[in-house]
Each structure stands twice: as C-alpha cells, then as structure tokens.
C-alpha cells in the first residue's frame, strides 16, 4: 500500500463524494444489498446490515433516495423471511431459557437475503440496530412514512427487547463473550428513533423504551472510565467504533461525548489515521478511512469543524489511482508481522469498501462540502 501523503484540496473532495456516491450506486445489486466489497474474498457476495445501515445512511443524507430504500427493502424482506425464528428467539427468551448463539440472527446475509454457507463469527446485534436507526433517520430527513417496512420494523423492536443485553461478536467479529458498548449504542439508537417515531403500538413501544432506558442505565456505569465510553462493560479501554455513538447516532453527549471523542483522539488517532483499537492485529492494524471520518463527525457534533476537515482530508488521500478507497491502509501498523499472515490468508486489503465511501459522504455532507443534492 502506498503511504498517505498528499492532503486534497477542497474542489477534490467535492469530486470525491460525487464519485463515491456513484461508485456505491453502480455496485448497489439489484435487490437493495450493498455488497460489503465486490471483490475481497472474505466479504465478495455478502451484505452486513450494520455496514449496509452506514451506507444506506450517506445516500440518503446526500440525496440519494431510492437507493437507501431498496436497502431498507432488502432488510425488509431479510427479516420477515426469518419472522418463524424471531418467534422462537423472543419466546424462548421469555421463558427463561435463551436459544443458543447458533440460534440467532446473522450479521451478514448473501446479495439474495440467504443465510451465507460459509463460517462466520455470526452472532451479532448492532446491525439491527443500526438498520432501525438508518431507516428512522430517513424517513424523518425526507418526510417518507415507514408504512411499508412496518413489520420487519416491528420483528427487530422484539428481537432486540428479548435479547438485548446477551454478549455478542462486536463490529470487528471478535470477543463473543462481551457485551460491547458499540453495540449497545447501536441498539439504543435505532430503539429511540423508532419510538420517537410514533410508529409502534403501546406495549411494543413501552417495552423499547424500557430496554432504552436500562441500556442507557448500563452505559453510564459499567460502560465509562474516566469519564469517556469504553471498548465492553467493565473495561477501561477504548475502541474507534465508540465515536459513531456520538454521531451520527447521536446516542451520547455532554461530557462523556467530548471524553470519549478526546479519549479516541489522543491514543489511536495518528496524524488524521484513526486505528480501530490499540491491541489490533488484523491486516498488522492499519488505519482506516471510514474511522477517521466517524471521529470527523464526533468533531462536528463537538463544534470543532477544523479538525472533522482534517479527518475528511485524511481519509481522501486513502483513494486510489481508481478512484477506490480501501478498509485500511498500511500507515503506523500496530503490529506489522501480522499484515502478511493476514494477506496470505485473504489476499489484500479490502478495495472499495463500500462503508469506507459512504462514511467519506456523511462527512462531507456534515461539513456543508457536499449537499443532499447533488
């Protein structure tokens, strides 16, 4: 990978988002997934609700409609089709006794809405968060109804109550046996957007907003140190995906916003490069672009659009020559003898990543660089 040099001025982040957004839609199948990335081994034919929410979410904020609702169809129909086992897991969970992580949801679907045939670290909950949180946000940005995804949005609000607080893989498919803020803050997200919504009947929404209000209980105890957000409940460490709860989730603010984004700043953002945590190892622990923009819009939402500038600026010198921008790049490895094994393994890092662009979009749209006409 070459390393990051040159910072591109402004005219060229204006051309970046538009290319991007383009990129997203030409590679957009025709079902509504975003593939994670086209070509990367591990992620080629496959579609994370969590990625896909992210991506879905810069469409829409950059005008991009239709193409965030054939997203939110294609998680429609993924959820629905699986409403026989959302029946099992909720039931199940009422009755004391939890089906076993196998049992439940998967994080990634194939382009089609079929379960994947290979292994995977499969268990996780952030991204039916996230999808109720992208879809809510939508809905209310362009003033569309959430009618037609009413019940899988009613399917997730129960799959969540049930099962909220059992540990899960987190966004980077690792610690099983945690329970992670991120995906807390996921979870609190898209319950408060559909509540506040006014969607949900009486006893569904009284129940988010029960749940809503313990996990907020939780994170404000076992979920902080030293007064910023921490990696899982009961550690001291942070983690880069903790910036997305301060925005655009906007599900933390205050002191322990600025903390957290200060606390993410300060150990793992070097020179605009943001790594996800300090013991990475995955590619050698790179930097990765779509982290840099998420710490860029915990910037803004702090009133500091300087440094979110920097951030976009940074994540824009990630792109290649094809005008592609990768997952990470290889600047300031945490652990370089890992990024071979790891190449070995896969092949090279993921490029395009779909997220990396979109988050690249939020940015830019955040920052007034680009409006949701273009």
Request: aromatic residues 10%; negative net charge.
């Amino acid at each position: 990978m070459t390393e990051v040099v040159n910072r591109p001025p402004t005219d060229e982040l204006v051309r970046l988002a538009r290319s991007s957004s383009a990129l997203i839609l030409s590679l957009q199948d025709e079902s509504g997934a975003y593939p994670a990335s086209p070509t990367f081994s591990a992620y080629r034919g496959y579609s994370w609700l969590r990625d896909g929410a992210f991506i879905a979410d810069g469409m829409s904020a950059i005008g991009e409609i239709d193409s965030a609702e054939r997203f939110f169809g294609w998680c429609s129909r993924v959820i629905t089709d699986r409403s026989a086992q959302i029946f099992v897991i909720v039931d199940a969970a009422a009755d004391g006794s939890p089906v076993a992580d196998s049992e439940m949801l998967g994080t990634r679907f194939t382009l089609a809405g079929d379960d994947g045939s290979d292994d995977w670290w499969d268990f996780q909950l952030d991204g039916y968060g996230t999808w109720l949180w992208a879809v809510s946000d939508h809905a209310l940005r362009h003033g569309h109804p959430l009618d037609q995804w009413l019940p899988a949005i009613e399917l997730t609000v129960d799959y969540l109550v049930s099962s909220w607080s059992r540990p899960c893989f987190d966004w980077w498919e690792e610690n099983p046996d945690r329970v992670h803020v991120s995906t807390l803050g996921c979870i609190a997200a898209g319950l408060d957007r559909i509540a506040r919504a006014g969607v949900l009947d009486a006893p569904r929404h009284h129940r988010a907003v029960e749940v809503l209000d313990a996990i907020r209980a939780l994170i404000a105890t076992d979920g902080m140190a030293d007064g910023h957000l921490v990696k899982w409940l009961g550690s001291s460490d942070v983690d880069s995906s903790l910036a997305a709860l301060i925005f655009p989730l906007a599900v933390i603010d205050g002191t322990a916003a600025s903390c957290t984004i200060a606390a993410i700043d300060s150990q793992l953002n070097v020179d605009g490069g943001v790594h996800r945590y300090r013991t990475d190892t995955f590619y050698g622990g790179g930097q990765w672009p779509l982290l840099s923009c998420m710490l860029g819009l915990g910037f803004v939402a702090l009133g500091e659009p300087a440094r979110a500038l920097e951030q976009l600026r940074w994540a824009a010198s990630t792109v290649t020559a094809a005008g592609e921008m990768p997952e990470q790049v290889a600047n300031h490895l945490r652990e370089p003898a890992m990024r071979d094994e790891w190449i070995e393994r896969w092949g090279a890092v993921a490029t395009p990543l779909l997220w990396s662009h979109a988050m690249y979009i939020r940015l830019a749209v955040e920052l007034g660089i680009m409006g949701n006409d273009a």
